[in-house]
C-alpha cells in the first residue's frame, strides 16, 4: 500500500476529504517523526509502540572485495507491535 492509497483509506473511514486526510497523515508522520528525534517514544495502547534505538559502531564486509569496513554508530526507528494488532493478525 503506497502512501497515497493510505491517505485514500483514512478519507473513506474518517469521512474527510482526500485533501484533508493527507493533510491528517502528514501531520501525523511529522508528529512521530519530531518526537523520535527528541529521544521520546510515541505509544498508541494495543497497537504499539515507535521509539529510537542506538545501534553501536560496528565491523562490515564488503561482499564485493572482502574488505573490512567500519560501519559508524547511529540512531534507528524502531517499531514494536502490540498485542492487538498481533492478535489481528493471526
Known amino acids: 500500500m503506497t502512501k497515497q492509497d493510505f491517505i485514500k483509506k483514512v478519507a473513506q473511514k474518517s469521512g474527510l476529504t482526500e485533501r484533508d486526510a493527507g493533510k491528517a497523515v ?3 508522520m511529522e508528529s512521530i517523526t519530531e518526537t523520535l528525534k527528541s529521544g521520546d517514544s510515541v505509544n498508541f495502547t494495543g497497537f504499539g509502540k515507535f521509539s529510537a ?3 553501536a559502531a560496528r565491523q562490515g564486509v564488503n561482499p564485493r572485495t572482502g574488505e573490512r569496513v567500519q560501519i559508524a554508530a547511529t540512531t ?3 517499531f514494536s507491535a502490540g498485542s492487538q494488532l498481533k492478535a ?3
Open 76 to 78: 534507528v526507528p524502531k
Open 88 to 90: 489481528a493478525l493471526k
Open 26 to 28: 502528514d501531520a501525523f
Open 53 to 55: 534505538a542506538a545501534r
